[in-house]
């Protein structure tokens, strides 16, 4: 699919025709450069590798100053391959934000927050103090029982239990595109989606 890296700026909430607050995230996506195209001749595929967000030049290894100064473009911080792009497009071309409209649907990829060791009710939902997990008493959070006796003398893999939380990649998918400011390079979307403000995301048609 086609798409932008972009950077989340953060919630907000605009008014629709109706009156009704819808709730939406503001992304700052792209203008993103042409790093690489990848070919069927030379990669056994078609791709465009697109390079988001400047790095100083020693903060870069000579590798990727070399990788970046075919593309006449400086060193940058977060690269992504896309495939299916409509048109053509050689190194060194920008694709900005106009590439997205207003009411269609994307979907946004991002690392959610990090939430580090968690217990089973945050993490999993279990009942807790009122539903008293799996009946103990005096024990409001824990888990309870997690496997039988005798047989097969062993926990199920899979068994939820507490354990590290977040720090996934999670894909938001359908979300509505409800404005496009073009001259600020952002792009303004229905609902909520993963990762921490300033963190990268990435933006497919």
């Known amino acids: 699919m086609s798409g932008l890296i972009g950077k989340k700026i953060g919630m907000t909430s605009i008014f629709d025709e109706n009156g009704k607050n819808i709730p939406c995230t503001v992304i700052e996506a792209g203008p993103c ?20 967000d400047d790095k100083t030049e020693k ?29 053509e497009f050689k190194l060194g071309d920008n694709i900005t934000v106009e590439l997205f409209n207003e009411g269609e649907f994307v979907d946004v990829q991002g690392v959610s927050k990090g939430k580090g060791f ?5 993490r999993h ?13 005096n024990r409001l959070r824990a888990p309870g029982s997690v496997g039988a006796s005798s047989y097969p003398s062993r926990v199920f893999k899979g068994m939820r239990m507490a354990g590290r939380m977040g720090g996934n990649n999670v894909k938001v998918q359908n979300l509505r595109v409800l404005k496009v400011v ?4 952002l792009l303004v979307v ?8 300033n963190s990268y995301v990435i933006i497919q048609k």
């Open 182 to 185: 073009s001259d600020k390079n």
């Open 59 to 87: 903060h870069a290894t000579k590798a990727d100053l070399g990788h970046f100064k075919k593309a006449g473009t400086s060193a940058k911080k977060k690269v992504v391959e896309f495939q299916s792009f409509e048109g």
């Open 33 to 52: 450069v042409v790093t690489q195209v990848r070919t069927m001749e030379v990669d056994g595929y078609e791709a465009l590798q697109l390079g988001f």
């Open 190 to 197: 229905k609902g909520a989606i993963p990762g921490c403000k």
């Open 118 to 122: 968690q217990g089973v009710v945050k």
């Open 125 to 137: 939902g279990f009942g807790g103090v009122g539903q008293a997990t799996h009946g103990q008493h």
